[in-house]
């Protein structure tokens, strides 16, 4: 009974997230949603860790599955990829830049106020 409880809550949560994004027309997809509010519980103790905490770790062992259909889809759609390059891989590189560079000065704060 107890992997079905972990599991309940999981997808529990991930329906509320997606009702609450599709409900309320938010820009924010549903499944992130999802793990805020099963976050929020956690960090209130409204559900305790060992509840969901081998189903969660059962689906991050197994996460190459998820990777199959985009996989797929990529293969599909190589001919619009290789007319789209140029736009791909500049957004590529500017988000990696701006990620590396807001990751460098949020650490570079953190150990500011630190000292």
Do not use: C, H
């Not at 929020?40 to 259909?69: C, D, H, Q, R, Y």
């Not at 590189?93 to 106020?113: D, M, N, P, Q, Y």
């Amino acid at each position: 009974m107890r992997p079905y409880r972990g599991l309940a809550i999981i997808f529990g949560f991930y329906a509320l997230g997606e009702f609450t994004s599709s409900a309320l027309d938010l820009p924010v997809p549903g499944s992130v949603l999802g793990m805020l509010f099963l976050l929020a519980t956690l960090l209130s103790g409204a559900v305790k860790l060992e509840w969901v905490e081998s189903e969660a770790e059962l689906l991050v062992k197994n996460m190459s599955v998820m990777f199959i259909p985009p996989g797929v889809g990529i293969v599909t759609y190589t001919a619009l990829i290789k007319s789209q390059a140029v736009p791909i891989v500049g957004a590529l590189v500017i988000s990696f830049l701006v990620t590396l560079v807001v990751t460098a000065k949020t650490v570079e704060i953190l150990r500011r106020e630190r000292e």
